[in-house]
Every structure is written in structure tokens, then in C-alpha cells.
């Protein structure tokens, strides 16, 4: 099980075995999102794009209805996920559990993974986030951050639109 709360981005490199589980191109994207306004880059409208029906606005407070499987369209790019399937022992309003999926690789062809999970939702300092520990003992390595989310009216989450290597990208619940 994952053991680590964030407070704020330097927080999660003191975490415990997290100092491995963020790379140069996590702490590259999340400065690239910070930056985007400044750029030029109307971050909005690439959520709008690459993520349609995603609520950026309402901000991630919870992950309620997190349980299922979620899949990306397209290739996703070398250590990004074509696939997670969650099985969280809580999500309200973190939540932590068991994870399987795929990941991309730099063949340009997927690959299985799987392990256990910790997602935070918004905080001031850093946003949401999703940890995943691959093999399960206990290091976080690999950290998506989580820009946008969408529901069903039901309250069921149907999308998580985490942000990517060159663009955000939206991985949609799926029947399997």
C-alpha cells in the first residue's frame, strides 16, 4: 500500500521511495501546464480537444465511482497508459486499491503492468494526481496528473483526462 500524502510537489519527492517515481518529464509537463497561459496556449481549449466533456472547471474533489475499466483511443506514447483497470479499496475522496492496464512503449506497442494505486484529488500545490506502483512493493512509479474529469449524471466517473507527454488525453470508461 501506498503510504504518502501531498501537500505540495516538493512534499511528493520527499514522500517515501517517491524521489524515483517522479521523472524530469513529470515535473516538465506539470511546468508546461503552468506555464501554458503564458505561452499562448489556451490550456482550456486543448482540455476541450483532447478530452472532450471533461469538466476542468469542477476540478477533481473526489474519485467516486473510480471502479472500472478505462481506455485511450489512439497509441498513447512510451510510459503513458492505453489502459488502466481500477479496483480501489476506498475513493471517496482519495482513493487507493489494486490496478491492472497497459502502457506504451518505445516499440510503439503496448505492454502489461500492474500493481497498486493512490489518487489524490485537487490540492492547491500541486492539482490531482494518480500514483501508480507497478509491481506492488510499496515505490510510486509512475505520476499522471489528473486535469479534468468527466461524470454520468449518475455521479459515476466515465472519463479521467490526465495530462500527457505532448498533449493532454482522455481515457474513457469502457464495458471491459
Sequence with gaps: MLRCSAVALLAL??????DEGITDDDVAAAAA?????????????QIALWCPGADRAAGVPSYRGLAGT?????LPAPGEPSKLSFAPTRDEPDAAGAFTGRV???????????????????????????????????????????LALRRSPLGTLTGLCL???DHPFLLSRTLF
Design 70 to 74: 478505462f481506455t485511450r483511443l489512439g
Design 104 to 146: 506504451g512503449t518505445a516499440t510503439g506497442t503496448t505492454r502489461p503492468y500492474a500493481g497498486a494505486f493512490l489518487a489524490l484529488p485537487d490540492n492547491p500545490a500541486i492539482g490531482a494526481v494518480i500514483g501508480l506502483d507497478i509491481g506492488g512493493d510499496g515505490t510510486v512509479d509512475q505520476t499522471s496528473f489528473v
Design 163 to 165: 495530462a500527457g507527454r
Design 33 to 45: 501546464l503552468a506555464e501554458a497561459p503564458a505561452a499562448g496556449v489556451d490550456y482550456d481549449a
Design 13 to 18: 519527492t520527499a514522500c517515501t521511495s517517491l
